[in-house]
Structures are given as C-alpha cells and as structure tokens.
C-alpha cells in the first residue's frame, strides 16, 4: 500500500518475486488512484521500494519494469526514479485481442 500521510490510502505498488527471492533481477509495478495522480506519489514510491530491495536483498542486482508504449506518464515514473529504457518490444503483449508493444527499463545497483 502506498499511505499518504493525510489522504491515507492513495495507491499500490508491488515487487512480484518473479524469478524467486535469491534471484538477482525482479520486476516491479505500481498504481496510483485517480484523484491522487500527477503529484509525484508514484515517483516516491518507486525510487523508495526499490532502494529498499536493494538494501534488504543482498544477491539483488537488477529491478526491471515494463511499460505499455501508451503510457508515457509511467516511463517518466521509471526515469525519476532512476531507471534507464534498454529496450523496445514491439507486439509484447496480448490484451483484449490487441497485440500491444512495450518498453523495458531497469534499474541496476550501483546505478545513479
Ligand atoms: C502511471 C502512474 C502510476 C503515474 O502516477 P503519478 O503518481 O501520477 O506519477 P508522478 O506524479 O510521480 O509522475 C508522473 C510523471 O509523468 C508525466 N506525465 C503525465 N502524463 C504524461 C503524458 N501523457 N506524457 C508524458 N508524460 C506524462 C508527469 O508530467 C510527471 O512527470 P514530471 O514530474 O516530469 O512532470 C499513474 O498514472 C497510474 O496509476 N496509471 C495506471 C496504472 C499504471 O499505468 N501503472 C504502471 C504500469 S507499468
């Protein structure tokens, strides 16, 4: 949960443990609700919940994300916090019966 000190509950984020909890990459997504948009919350939590997986996961060396090509606003996210684009996927996702392309950035200990 992402808790604001007054507004209480304005959204998610989440490392998915994809590779296992010894693996040295994860992947990580966030949500923010509606209202509590463009005001740098998810910005704070990315660069906050990745600097603790860092600290607390010591064989961890690569925090990934992917963002569909249509969501700018979320790769802005990833660069404010840190993270650089490595690459394009282009039909990367199937949704809905839409074949959707997606970039890759990533965040690697030591990076600043
Ligand atoms: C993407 C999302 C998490 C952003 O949350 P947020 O709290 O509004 O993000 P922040 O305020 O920290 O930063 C947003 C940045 O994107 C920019 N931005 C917003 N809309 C944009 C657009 N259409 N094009 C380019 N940049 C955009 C903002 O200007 C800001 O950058 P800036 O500080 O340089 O001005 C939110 O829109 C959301 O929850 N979307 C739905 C779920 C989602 O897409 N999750 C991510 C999946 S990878």
Known sequence: MIEHRQHGLVGTIAVFFKYGIESH??????????????RGYATAAVQALTAMQFET????????AWVYAHNPASKR????????????????????????????????????
């Open 25 to 38: 990459r994860d992947e990580i997504g966030y949500v923010i609700g509606l209202p509590w948009r463009g």
């Open 57 to 64: 996961r010591p064989q961890l060396v690569r925090m990934e």
């Open 77 to 112: 996210v990833l660069e404010k916090a840190g993270y650089a684009t490595e690459g394009y996927c282009r039909s990367c996702y199937l949704k809905n019966g839409q074949l959707l392309d997606a970039w890759l950035l990533a965040r690697l200990r030591g990076d600043r």
